[in-house]
């Protein structure tokens, strides 16, 4: 899929009371970037059903989206990702994989019964994805919508056998970034003429001798990239602000 939008979906209240700290949006920043991809968004919500078939529906909704999504899907009362996978995208019932069923009284036997055994219960037309860690398997739908564990330990290695799947070959990312010694709407002009494919940030910070602006341009074309911060440096060389500068190509 060319252009997609990447996002994650963490589902847990026990991040969100600081229960447990959230090591997805880092690892996913990370691993996409490694791509030449980056995420379009990340969510992190609550274990509450309603919101999460909403939050599933609007990101399933938006074109080319890719959905990466931890937490939930275990057997306890309040697990409620599989579920709520079949509301949002599938025909709203639970179907019992026999594949998965197999796998979990294989490495559970009798003590897969009775609750266990309800990881079985997916959405229809659901895709195993293996588990390198206790075999309890996660599921995928359409190869664009990835449902796995909460625990990174079990998820993280689920991520980076799905992305080498979806994206073989790697792209580079040219990213080019400076540090200009001025306020930000000191280069409003300037950025109104960005190109529309190129990446760009302005991050403005106050130190105590004056404010300091970091302006970062990205492509996966290099000269385009090159060609958008050369504007910028023309830009401030016109004006005589300082300012210093760090080749950040293929991060």
């Not at 994989?97 to 559970?108: C, G, M, S, W, Y």
């Not at 492509?219 to 440096?233: F, G, R, W, Y």
Request: proline share 6%; charged share 25%; net charge negative.
């Amino acid at each position: 899929m060319t252009d997609p939008k990447l996002f994650a979906l963490i589902i847990g209240t026990e991040i969100l009371n600081r229960r447990r700290i959230d090591k997805h949006f880092a690892f996913m920043t990370e691993i996409v970037g490694s791509y030449g991809l980056k995420l379009s968004g990340s969510l992190i919500i609550e274990d509450d059903p309603a919101l999460i078939v909403q939050t599933l529906k609007y990101l399933a909704s938006q074109p080319k989206s890719i959905i990466f999504s931890f937490g939930g899907i275990g057997s306890t009362p309040d697990d409620y990702t599989r579920k709520c996978v079949a509301i949002a995208l599938r025909d709203g019932h639970l179907h019992t994989h026999p594949v998965a069923k197999a796998i979990i009284e294989e490495r559970l036997g009798k003590d897969a019964y009775p609750h266990p055994i309800r990881m079985a219960e997916l959405p229809r037309g659901s895709e195993l994805i293996e588990n390198p860690v206790n075999k309890m398997p996660a599921f995928s739908l359409d190869e664009r919508y990835f449902f796995m564990p909460g625990f990174p330990e079990m998820s993280h290695p689920m991520v980076e056998g799905i992305l080498k799947k979806l994206f073989p070959q790697k792209k580079a990312y040219y990213r080019y970034t400076l540090t200009a010694l001025c306020k930000e709407n000191e280069l409003i002009d300037i950025m109104e003429q960005m190109p529309e494919n190129i990446e760009f940030s302005s991050l403005p910070k106050l130190y105590s001798d004056g404010w300091r602006v970091s302006i970062s341009v990205a492509s996966h074309d290099d000269i385009l990239a090159k060609q958008a911060i050369q504007m910028v440096i023309d830009e401030l060389n016109r004006k005589e602000i300082v300012f210093s500068m760090v080749d950040e190509s293929n991060k």
